[in-house]
């Protein structure tokens, strides 16, 4: 039996639970340890985070990955 995963585009809430805690994009790029540019990258779904930098936005915002990230496509 074959087993074939397609990829879908990962969406994420970056922009909105940031907003929603009223930090600038520098400020939440500290609060995780990357740069702005990562921050806006990845709020303009051009970068999709690493699994550590995954875990970090699920602390910093105290929500869990799956709320903060999501993947569409086919199963």
């Given amino acids: 039996m074959e087993s074939t995963l397609v ?3 990962i969406r994420n809430r970056v ?9 600038t994009q520098q ?3 500290d609060a995780v340890g990357v740069s702005r540019q990562s921050i806006n990258s990845i709020e303009c779904d051009r970068y999709v985070p690493s699994l550590e930098l995954a875990l970090t936005f699920a602390r ?3 929500r869990s990955t799956d709320s903060i990230f999501e993947l569409e496509g086919k199963r």
């Fill in 7 to 9: 990829m879908g585009k």
């Fill in 15 to 23: 922009r909105e639970l940031r907003l929603s805690k009223g930090w």
């Fill in 27 to 29: 400020e939440l790029a």
């Fill in 60 to 62: 910093v915002f105290a």
